[in-house]
């Protein structure tokens, strides 16, 4: 498909961020998404005690990059570790993991915790994660240096995971994407998305997007990166699930929601725009996983890059310009 021939004046809303991690899509591809020639970004050992690193969240900070980032420690404990970068590229990722403060002792007890998201929010960062309590649920943290981290109340009841805030408040309230689940590895699962007037209390559940309509998402689907606001709706990278004779297989794609009713779909992709097919995509320790889970974005160039977790084992970098996404997503919409 040639998107060039499909004008769009589609622009990202938000601050410019000149030094976005980029390069530029190899000579002779056309594909509307490309990946870091350097990939895995992260390997999965940036420390001794590391099993792997994957599906973690990363943010501009301080005229750099922070994140936070899913580390399966050599014991296989699921933990949460802050990390740092100049560039967007080379991290350095502390080797103790988080230790959040100011819980409630019924929530505190760390059991484990994984697939983390960050968002900029008013003034300060919060974190959600996939915690457990009685079951996987919605943890939420905050954070203004990426050293201390305040646990709030879990946002949901169990089960639940992926769970994706909006950057900003819409019609005053707070919205948070997630997929209702059970309690292991869930053969089922739709996107929703609820409301909150003060980031404690949720409710108003919308239902989003359900999963199928093509192959690549028949099985289930959960949001990625936090939305992108654009001048044409919420930009939503989400993955979707297959069940093959081998086990299921995780791609991901696109879809853009209403700006003011985020639960009303405008568009969704019918294809995927990445599925695994590189080594460190199909061998790991769960095959055959490509699960995105941060983006970055330069509204000055429409330049976006996708932070996704490969094979459960190692963090994976992609590129795309925002035109050529929405473009192809219109002429690829279900």
Known sequence: MNTASIPSKVRIIGEPLPNIPWQDRPAGASSVVWRFSENPVIPRDPFPTANSVFNSAVVPFNGKFAGVFRCDDTTRNQELHAGFSDDGIKWNINPEHIRFEGADPEIAPWILGYDPRVVWLEDRYYVTWCNAYHGPTIGVAWTKDFVTFHQMENAFLIFNRNGVLFPRKINDKYYMLSRPSDNGHTPFGDIF????????????????????????????????????????????????????????????SVALLDLEKPWKVIHRAKPYLLAPRETYECVGDVANVTFPTAALTDPATGRIAIYYGCADTVTGLAFCQVDEVLAWLKANSL
Request: charged residues 10%; glycine residues 14%; neutral net charge.
């Open 193 to 252: 998305v609820s409301s909150s007037p003060d980031m404690l209390h949720w409710g108003f559940h919308r239902h989003v997007m359900a999963r199928g309509g093509t192959q690549w998402q028949s099985l289930k689907i959960g949001a990625g990166p936090i939305p992108i606001e654009t001048s044409e709706g919420w930009l939503m990278f989400y993955h979707g699930v297959l069940q093959s004779c081998n086990g299921f297989v995780y791609a991901w």
